[in-house]
Structure formats: structure tokens, C-alpha cells
């Protein structure tokens, strides 16, 4: 099993900048589709990217698009979300996932594991 622990939210003013990490346990990481979501009070989970293991490709979301950019590094079993130029909008709980259905990294139903999730704060 995966054991994902996420880190580096924060609060951040409109325009600004951070970058989400989420550590994996585990000696399979690479195997596994990670992804990243994120869900505001009141609303649903949202995806917000994801990266493939079999195939190499990357989703994103169309809010994210331009401005979010999701990585992995298998040597350190980290995957990063680095997102730029913020908006209020961006405001939520950031969840980390993975998983091996092999199934639309974009549907949270293709994860098995997922981490306690980092707040991100965006101010106007």
C-alpha cells in the first residue's frame, strides 16, 4: 500500500505563487497514476491534474491550465504541484492521490490512496 502525506499550502495573496508536495511511501511509486485534487467548503472534489505512470501524459484541468503544472520525481517518491499566479478561486483543501486502476486519471474513482490534504488560501 501507499501512504501519501501532502505539504506546503499556505496562505498567499492574489497573483502569487506555491508549490504543493505530497510524499509517497512505498518501494512502487513509480507504478502508480498520481494525481491531485482539491476540494473547497461546501463543494464537490474537483480534479486538478494528473500524471499517467504507463503511458507518459498529463491532464489538467481547464482552470489549471497555464498555471498549474504537476510533477514527479520517483527518485525521492514526490510528486509536486507548483501553481503561479493564484486566484481567491483557487481557495481549498488540496488532496494528493494514487492509484493502479489504469482507468481516466481525472475521475477520483481511479485512486486507491489519497493523503490528509494541505489548505491553500488565496487573498484579494
Known amino acids: 500500500q501507499v501512504q501519501l502525506v501532502e505539504a506546503g499550502g499556505g496562505l498567499v495573496q492574489a497573483g502569487g505563487s506555491l508549490r504543493l508536495s505530497c510524499a509517497a511511501s512505498?518501494?512502487?511509486?513509480?507504478?502508480?497514476?498520481m494525481g491531485w485534487f482539491r476540494q473547497a467548503p461546501g463543494k464537490e472534489r474537483e480534479f486538478v491534474a494528473g500524471l499517467g505512470s504507463i503511458r507518459v501524459s498529463i491532464y489538467y484541468a481547464g482552470f489549471a491550465k497555464g498555471r498549474f503544472t504537476i510533477s514527479r520525481d520517483n527518485a525521492k517518491n514526490t510528486v509536486y504541484l507548483q501553481m503561479n499566479s493564484l486566484k481567491p478561486e483557487d481557495t481549498a483543501v488540496y488532496y494528493c492521490a494514487a492509484g493502479l486502476r489504469r482507468d481516466l486519471v481525472s475521475r477520483a474513482s481511479s485512486y486507491d490512496y489519497w493523503g490528509q490534504g494541505t489548505q491553500v488560501t488565496v487573498s484579494s
Open positions: 512505498g518501494r512502487t511509486f513509480s507504478t502508480y497514476d
